[in-house]
């Protein structure tokens, strides 16, 4: 699965929770204590944080938050309801008037679920325009059935302004024309906007925004099995981690992937911060990276970390710049 989710996924379904989503990748820090570089969320809120953690702005909602997303101007928020293991209702919260609302009412893509079970919603991210969501869909079950293959489905997204929600086909037919989706999770946008990258419970794809086309990665060995995309670097490469102890959850190597070439390497190049296993990789950028460690989410920036508690939940802000990009993921 993948590990975000497949490790908020399989970390939210083997221990409770696989976080794997996501992944968002991404900031590109200044620096500056005045500029708000991570979100993160605690209980019923949202809080804005500079690079230290010295926390800006801090927006209450009305129940427990599972994850959020933030449109990248900070006038939106989009949370996820802490109801089920799986993810619950998607709401949208203008965060200069404080004005809620339901932003997804469903079921959108399972219309006939057998009676106690439920559709529910995860991993949001905002489209670089800040028009549109894209989100997990899966599947809430009581008792046993409650693991991530039973949950498996579809990738969506709804747009901001008529809250129109399209299920992009190519995410429902993973598994062969007779089995349907994987447990597609964390799904992140390229920075055009035209690709987003996903994980299942066996690698990775990438589809097309429109929901036409899909391409497995090649990404994962025989040896190394378990890998999950955590992210873009620019338009042509994706980030990636992988087990490399007997598929662990908790030993990962981080590598770039080129799209164009299907070379992979190494990120160091990328993150010269990063080198050999990091444990419970979630998000990273050139200058920073957040971690999932046994106390917590750990953010760590060129000079500075800090430890959220066990539960919370924090992306980066921001994104990398031209500078910052190896030529060839350009």
Sequence with gaps: MGLETMCLAYVRCCASGLLAALLVIAPNFTGSESKPAVAYSRGSNVTLATESGRATKTFPTNLPVLDFAISPDLKLLVTVAATTAYGGALDLE??????????????????????????????????????????????NSPGDGNDAMGAAGPIAIVDIASRHVQILKSTTKIDGEAEGPCFS??????????????????????????????RPLKIGSDEKPWTAGIGWVGDNCVLYVQAVDGGRDDTYEVRLLNLQTSQTQDATSVLPVLHGAMSGLREASKLAKLRRTPSGLQIEGETTGWTLPAGSHAHLLGGWSA???PRTCE
Excluded at 120 to 126: I, K
Excluded at 192 to 201: A, D, L, P, Q, Y
């Design 323 to 325: 500078g910052q990009l």
């Design 185 to 214: 999770n964390t799904p992140i946008w390229s920075a055009n906007g035209k690709w987003i990258v996903f994980s299942c419970e066996d690698g990775a794809f990438i589809t097309d925004a429109s929901g036409k086309t899909l």
């Design 94 to 139: 203008e965060i200069g008037s404080g004005v809620r609302a339901r932003l997804v009412s469903g079921p959108v893509y399972f219309k006939h679920l057998p009676r106690g079970e439920n559709e529910v919603y995860a991993d949001p991210r905002f489209s670089p325009d800040g028009k549109q969501v894209v989100f997990a869909v899966h599947v």
